[in-house]
């Protein structure tokens, strides 16, 4: 019985001997998921992120214009800009006189319908209604003040600026050249007088004239609306029995001012070397008798 308890005994050590052998050698082994994980030293380095580029910079541009009273133009007919660019103008009243100027820029040929339909705004709304056909706008600026309007240029082209306060488009104008590959001239407008005069006569009455006297002369036009006294009707038979061609010749060339009449009346200190012009134009007034 010794004997078999003795061989027991070692079979039971043997046993126990195995099984702790087994169970100290279960952490070595590689198990699937340790077998498919990648070494340390074989990963990809992380690469540092690719900051993206700056939006390319705005050209800035500064301008400033002068409004000049005394003969109802902007001290520079023509500016120029890169497309695109950041443009700040400034219209400074250099020389001060009574009434108020802003700088409005407008797509080609629509002069005349931009001025027309600011004129319901009042001077509290800069004589300007926001439309596609405005570009960029001042405020009105005070006699002697300034104003200033900051926008991006449009697409290469020439885009005609005014004053569009009640009459002065007509001669207070110039053009923004803006830089690019095509530059587009200016539409010519259409003359609502053809037959009555030259065609140049016809041209400066359907520019300059028909804004506050209508196209038929009665003193209906866009801009009659807010002039007090109104315009004068070239139909009204007493007056033209009563004005000289001299005397309309002169509130042509210096302005109603200048002959005791309104300041609605803008000077044209540009034709005062053109007298056959001007003398056409008197030819235009005295076509609108009636009676």
Known sequence: MSRIRSRTLVLGS???????????????????????????????????????LPPPK??????VIGAIASTMTFDKTTLTVPAGAEVHLVLSDAKPGTLMHNW??????????????????????????????????????????????????PPPGSYPYICSFPGHYLIMKGTLVVAGEVVAALPEPAAPT??????????????????????TGIGDGPGAAVLDP???AFSDAAWQASATDDRIFKT???????????????????????????????????????G
Request: net charge positive; glycine share 10%; aromatic share 4%.
């Open 14 to 52: 043997l046993l126990v001997a195995v099984a702790a052998c087994g169970k100290g050698n279960s952490g070595d082994r590689v198990g699937p998921a340790q077998a498919s994980a990648p070494l340390a030293n074989s990963a990809t380095p992380p690469t540092a992120p690719v900051a993206p």
């Open 252 to 290: 042509i060339v210096e302005g109603g001012p200048a002959m005791g009449k309104s300041a609605g009346m803008p000077p044209n200190p540009d034709l005062a070397d053109k007298p056959d012009v001007v003398k056409e134009l008197v030819r235009i007034v005295r076509a609108f008798k009636k």
């Open 230 to 232: 109104k315009p004068r």
């Open 194 to 215: 053809a037959g009555l005069a030259s065609p140049a006569a016809e041209k400066l009455f359907a520019t300059r004239c028909v804004v506050c006297h209508g196209p």
């Open 104 to 153: 409005v820029l407008v797509k080609p040929g629509t002069e005349a319908a931009v001025a027309a339909a600011g004129l319901p705004a009042g001077p509290a709304g800069n004589y300007v209604t926001a439309g596609p056909d405005v570009l960029a706008f001042t405020p009105l600026a005070k006699p002697g003040g300034t104003s200033e309007v900051t926008f991006q240029a």
């Open 58 to 63: 705005l050209e800035k541009v500064e301008l």
